[in-house]
């Protein structure tokens, strides 16, 4: 799969989850599946993988050093757990979730790669992301910058040999939606009707308006790289 091929992957998640209630997972398993299939078939019939969308519709637990975790992921190699990948998907009210988001990728790399097994990280960004009210009304519109990266780029330049809160590698795909009116869309519903009336005709594209100076840990919007450098890391243990 290359870039275009995973932005499609991309549309067609977004399109499910506009299609079905936010905490359905109908969107995971397009996503998470397709992910999957292309490292499965990269890594070739002596490794397992375990996710939504592959096999048996199933994600893996792995242990780690404090509890068990259930990954978006598992790679097994001779029944083996050796790897896992965690993937993130944000839809909206980035601002409000991102330090949570950060803090949650931190520990669960902690207590997987604490215990000697290896975790990656799929981080997906649309550059403009409606903040919803509890009512479902929009009330601004979040623009992702430099600035709202900025903790991940501290985190790209770690020793991942020498942290364990820092996953192997991660991948930051920033993404960009086709423009729409901001001030005639008020709403999650017409939010969804706006891009469901449209969804032929979406057109995602890899936003080109961030960056900055990452580290070996971190790959921004190339997911080409980021799964041919995984593929290789997990082929040398």
Not at 7 to 29: A, C, G, M, P, Y
Not at 31 to 39: F, R, W
Not at 158 to 163: E, G, I, V
Not at 171 to 186: E, G, M, Q, V
Request: charged content about 25%; proline content about 2%.
């Amino acid at each position: 799969m290359d870039n275009n091929q995973f932005l499609k992957e991309i549309k067609k998640s977004f399109i499910v989850f506009l299609k079905t209630h936010s905490r359905s997972n109908k969107k995971l398993i397009v996503l998470h599946g397709s992910i999957a299939s292309d490292i499965k078939n990269k890594l070739g019939h002596e490794y397992g993988v375990k996710s939504l969308g592959v096999e048996n519709n199933k994600e893996g637990r792995m242990q780690g050093r404090y509890m068990e975790k259930t990954v978006d992921i598992l790679i097994s190699k001779n029944n083996k757990d050796i790897a896992g990948i965690g993937i993130k998907f944000v839809m909206n009210n980035y601002s409000q979730n991102s330090n949570n988001y950060f803090e949650n990728m931190l520990g669960e790399t902690a207590n997987i790669r604490s215990n000697n097994k290896d975790y990656f990280q799929i981080l997906i960004l649309p550059e403009d992301l409606p903040y919803y009210n509890n009512k479902g009304k929009i009330i601004k519109w979040e623009k992702i910058t430099s600035h709202n990266i900025s903790k991940y780029i501290v985190l790209s330049e770690d020793d991942a040999a020498k942290y364990f809160h820092t996953p192997v590698k991660t991948l930051l795909f920033i993404i960009r939606f086709p423009k729409c009116d901001h001030n005639s869309i008020a709403s999650k519903t017409a939010y969804k009707k706006y891009y469901l009336s449209r969804s032929s005709n979406i057109n995602m594209r890899i936003s080109d308006k961030i960056a900055g100076e990452f580290g070996r840990a971190m790959i921004l919007n190339d997911y080409e790289t980021f799964i041919d450098k995984i593929i290789h890391y997990i082929k040398s243990i």
